[in-house]
Structures are given as C-alpha cells and as structure tokens.
C-alpha cells in the first residue's frame, strides 16, 4: 500500500517536476537578498569557502546528469511531461551504479544551488524536500518499467540500489557518449544554474543596478550564454539538429 501511494504521489509530480527548479532559484533569490552574505558564517573567508563548496556540489550533480544523459539509450529518460517513455531499459553506466542516476544528480544539482543562496538551513530543506520528490517520482517510474521490462527490472533492481549509489560494479556504458543528446536535454538546466549565481549576486546588491561591480563581465557573459542557450532552444523546435532526441 506505501508503495502504491508514493507512485500515485509520483505520478503527479511527474507532470510538474520541471519547474521545481525554477521554484528553487527563486526561493533561493529571496535567501540572497534577505542575507546579503556568501554564507552563514561569520568569517568572510569561511563564506567564500561556502560558496565554493556549494558550486563544487551544484556542478557535481550537474555533471551526474550530463553523463548520464550522454550515455543513455535514445527513446529513454526523455524529457516528456505527461508520461514515462522506455524504448528499452538502461542498466550499463551510470545505471549499473544507480537505478535512478538522473534524479540523483538533480537532488545533488538543486541542494548545490540552494546552498549557493548563503543559507545552510535552505541547503539542507531543499535536499529533504528533492529526496522527498524524486523518490517518489522514481517510485513512478520504476512502477512503469516493471509493467514493461518485468524479468529484465527484477533482475536489475536486485543488483542496483534505487537513490543511493554503489561503489562498485560499473558497467561500460553500451552506447558511446552522444554531445547532441546533452546540450537537448542539459542546456536549460545548466543555464539555470549560472542563472541562479547572477541572480543571487544581483539580489546580495539588494537588486539595485547602481551597486553592480565596475567591471560586471560575469554578467556579460550571462547575456552571451542566454543568447547560445536561445539559439539551442530556437534549433530544437525549428531546425534539425536536434530531431529526434528524446
């Protein structure tokens, strides 16, 4: 019975689980602006070592998910908000550590980011708060692909725990590393999160244009990123570049 409530709690969030992100940012922009600091401590040099910390653990997840992205059979983990698709079941790479290797890397991913907000109390909420979500949107998920793959998923999942990686027993990836397969599913959430390091810069200067640095460079090359992750956007929907990538 648990097991059937969280997929049907799953299945909800499913459909939603591409804004939380963005929810995310915001509460963390709200963080920024009320703290005006790096981080919770005193030390401007303990700060600046929480703010690096939290962008080691942010791009951490970030990269879970770009290889796990790359290495992932087509017509799988796809970016569909209405249903779980599997054209067949992945267990090589990431997979043979982890059965859920994209939401691990989200909940690491968006704690990194909340982290980078300057609170540790928001950090540690929005780890709870992802384990929470995506356990039970894995939970979904797997139900689907029991329907679909049942001998082949009672085998994996008995190898292979379902949130919390192994350290051993990694399988070479079965399909070679796909560039075109990560920026179509990667691009807007790795925009995101250098989003969120200017948003949360611009909210410690309490939104205000004329507190920016003299020199606000970070913030050009945030413009030019916004423009080639456009352009990305734009060659999805009206080009071929990247037609057919799920």
């Known amino acids: 019975m648990y097991q059937y409530e969280l997929a049907r709690s799953g299945e909800k969030l499913f459909k939603i689980r591409g804004h939380y992100l963005t929810a995310v940012v915001i509460g963390g922009a709200l963080i920024a602006y009320h703290l005006r600091t790096l981080g919770p401590f005193a030390s401007d040099g303990a700060n600046q070592a929480w703010f690096w910390l939290s962008l080691a653990v942010a ?12 290495f992932a059979a087509l017509g799988t983990s796809g970016n569909s908000k209405d249903a779980p698709v599997a054209a067949e079941l992945n267990t090589t790479g990431p997979y043979s550590l982890v059965r859920n290797p994209l939401y691990v890397g989200r909940i690491v991913n968006f704690t990194g980011i909340a982290m980078l ?13 992802s384990v929470i979500v995506y356990e039970r949107v894995a939970t979904f ?27 051993h027993g990694w399988l070479k990836p079965k ?14 959430k790795l925009f995101l999160l250098v989003t969120a390091l200017l948003v949360y810069d611009f909210a410690r200067r309490g ?25 990305i956007d734009l060659l999805r929907r009206f080009g071929k570049t990247f037609a057919n990538i799920s």
């Open 117 to 129: 907000s300057g609170s540790w109390v928001y950090g540690a909420l929005v780890f709870l708060i």
């Open 59 to 70: 791009v951490a997840g970030a990269l879970i998910r770009i290889v796990t992205s790359g």
């Open 207 to 231: 939104f205000d244009f004329s507190q920016l640095p003299e020199n606000p460079a970070w913030y050009y090359a945030w413009v030019a990123l916004a423009l080639v992750s456009l352009m």
């Open 141 to 167: 998920e797997e139900e689907f692909l029991r329907s679909q793959f049942l001998e082949a998923h009672a085998a994996w999942a008995k190898q292979v725990p379902f949130l919390l990686p192994r350290w």
């Open 175 to 188: 399909y070679p590393f796909w560039v075109r397969r990560c920026i179509r599913r990667e691009n807007k």
